[in-house]
């Protein structure tokens, strides 16, 4: 038993290693993104008007932690649509992208899951505007006002621009002053590659050590008989509000343990905080709850459909 712990731990950690490097360029690359863009993100989105599904969308796919914080801030105080925040919450991977490009053999997959969720946010995101169309009119009339230069009372853009992301970090370059330095630009992208590496380490010996003890073959035989439910397991983890659970799901799929179909309804329920920060800062609980349960049956319903249409990674 311990010398299939030691070789299961030992397979993992050089996996792990391997993906380090690259990893930590590419978090490089998006703490660059971040600051560049700053909170005009954010003020894009205040102004989308009829467009803000597409332009949340587009958004959300940018594979950083902190734009659904945003979003779901934004919303709680009525600054974008419900359309717009589904958008947002169904085309964010979090880590995903990431791990998927710094794994030469899982880089396939990622403009396939990148289209699929762009489309499925665009397609959920008006549905679901057309649908709640009443409810968006104080958006548009807020968005309107905007525009001829002045506000309305009650909404603190500030507060919804300076919501924390992951691991602590500010989200999008939250302060317009912000520079590239050496401490913004490689600080926070080596912490963030250490935290994320060691939950693929994690992630990746508990499957091999899964697989050492059942047997490869019993795994992929319960699951293929199993393969209507795994985008209703892969979206209820999904729901984690942690960078955890992008990882894992991520993983699963990388290493053949989920299908293509399970790995899009997963990461499409899979916001990062962007779902804590609705909980805390949105008080009507109720419409809360209602967006949780409803984003994971869209996800569900995705995850379902991708599978049945054969679309693969």
């Known amino acids: 038993m311990t010398e299939v712990i ?11 290693l391997k993906l380090v490097p690259l990893l930590f360029v590419i978090y490089v690359l998006i703490e660059v993104l971040e600051v560049k ?25 940018i594979p950083q932690c902190g734009f659904s914080v945003v979003g779901s801030a934004l919303y709680s105080q009525r600054l974008v649509t419900i359309g717009t925040l ?8 979090d880590e995903a992208i990431p791990i998927l490009l710094s794994d030469p053999a899982a880089a396939g997959a990622l403009l396939p899951l990148i289209l699929t969720k762009l489309v499925c946010a665009i397609v959920v995101g008006y549905a679901l505007d057309l649908v709640f169309h009443r409810r968006n009119r104080a958006v548009f009339e807020h968005e309107q006002a905007l525009e001829q230069g002045h506000d309305e009372p009650g909404h603190h853009h500030e507060t919804a621009l300076a919501e924390k992301g ?24 080596l912490v963030h590659t250490l935290k994320i590496a060691l939950f693929i380490l994690v992630v990746s ?31 209820l983890v999904g729901l984690i509000p942690n960078c955890a659970a992008s990882v894992a799901i991520t993983q699963f799929y990388v290493d053949g343990v989920i299908t293509f179909g399970a790995a ?27 967006i949780v349960v409803g984003l994971f049956a869209v996800s569900v319903v995705i995850g379902l459909v991708v599978q049945a249409l054969g679309i693969a990674g």
Do not use: Y
């Open 6 to 16: 030691v070789e299961s731990l030992t397979d993992a950690a050089l996996d792990t």
């Open 37 to 61: 863009l700053g909170n005009r993100m954010g003020r894009i989105m205040e102004r989308a008007g009829k467009a803000g599904p597409v332009l949340g969308a587009l958004l959300g796919v």
């Open 86 to 93: 589904f958008a947002i919450f169904i085309a964010t991977s």
């Open 166 to 189: 992951c691991c602590g970090h500010e989200p999008a370059g939250h302060d317009e002053h912000e520079r590239l330095t050496a401490r913004t630009v490689l600080l926070h992208p």
């Open 205 to 235: 010996f508990a499957i091999a050590l899964a697989f050492a003890l059942v047997g490869q073959d019993v795994i992929a035989g319960w699951l293929s008989d199993k393969e209507a439910l795994q985008p209703v397991i892969a979206a």
């Open 264 to 290: 899009i309804a997963g990461l499409s329920a899979s916001g990062g905080l962007g779902l804590l920060v609705l909980l805390q800062e949105d008080h009507r609980h109720r419409e809360v709850v209602a």
